[in-house]
């Protein structure tokens, strides 16, 4: 049940809007997803810039349309319209989202090590933080809009968590040993989005490539890839390339670019989140 909010960590509406400096700010108590919201709006002519928040959200998703946990106060979830004249390349959008995230969060959990594993999930301390969604409508080649959401476990216990992902999730607050702001970080990801992603390039030039190199946590991890394929492949993670790809050396045979699949690092655990 959708159930919509005057407020948000204390902050009425009016000061939110004011704060990140747009109108169109939408806050809700509880709902399904802030993501299906916002391209509902979106596709209903909603404005460069709006916001979707919510303090709750009882579908949840992430990639491949696996739930994300969003528990009622726990996190940061919110989405973001934006209306860019061209995305040349898709693959970039939540790399980049991602990367801006990873340093969103870095100010806030000093101390802790904070990763990008490809394509889309923050990494704090070996653990899955957060992640982001990107989804896009278009008119031709031309984008109509994207959307981008980002979900950030902030404020759970360990305790918190389904039994099945405690070993494998953290939340910003555990990380830092401290309580962490939710508004601050809003501030911080919402710059991040639109600094990095309002007009996305075909390629990363040598300056992003190097911050994507001190936060890639898949950087020479031992992994597999499952593109759907019969069997999963096995080998090392070696980087990104300029377009977005993950580069892969594989047990056996050349070098691989992988651009979509499902990697799951052999060492640790890997319940489906």
């Not at 916001?51 to 349309?65: H, M, N, P, S, Y």
């Not at 994300?68 to 939540?94: C, D, F």
């Not at 910003?172 to 911080?188: H, I, N, Q, T």
């Not at 892969?248 to 052999?266: C, E, I, K, S, Y």
Request: net charge neutral; proline share 5%; with cysteine.
């Amino acid at each position: 049940m959708t159930r919509k909010a005057l407020s948000w960590e204390g902050q009425k509406l009016a000061v939110l809007r004011e704060r990140w400096d747009r109108p169109h700010v939408h806050v809700y108590s509880s709902i399904d997803s802030t993501n299906t919201l916002a391209v509902e709006l979106a596709d209903e002519g909603a404005a460069a810039g709006t916001i979707v928040l919510a303090d709750e959200q009882t579908g949840g998703r992430g990639v491949g349309k696996r739930r994300w946990h969003s528990a009622k106060g726990g996190g940061l979830y919110i989405s973001l319209v934006l209306r860019p004249q061209e995305v040349p390349n898709p693959l970039l959008l939540p790399l980049l989202a991602g990367l801006g995230a990873a340093r969103a969060v870095q100010g806030l959990v000093s101390g802790a090590a904070v990763g990008v594993k490809w394509p889309n999930d923050l990494i704090v301390a070996d653990r899955k933080a957060g992640g982001v969604i990107a989804e896009a409508s278009w008119s031709g080649e031309r984008p109509k809009f994207i959307v981008l959401g980002i979900g950030v476990n902030v404020h759970q216990r360990a305790a918190d968590f389904p039994a099945a992902l405690r070993d494998v999730a953290i939340s910003l607050d555990m990380a830092a040993g401290r309580k962490v702001s939710r508004l601050e970080l809003a501030d911080r990801i919402i710059d991040v989005l639109e600094t990095s992603c309002l007009n996305p390039p075909e390629i990363l030039d040598r300056e992003v490539l190097r911050r994507f190199d001190d936060y890639d946590w898949l950087r020479d991890r031992r992994c597999s890839i499952d593109s759907g394929g019969s069997a999963p492949l096995l080998g090392t993670a070696v980087g990104i390339a300029p377009d977005g790809a993950l580069l892969f050396r594989p047990d056996r045979g050349a070098l691989q670019r992988v651009t979509a699949g499902r990697v799951v690092v052999q060492e640790l655990p890997t319940p489906d989140f």
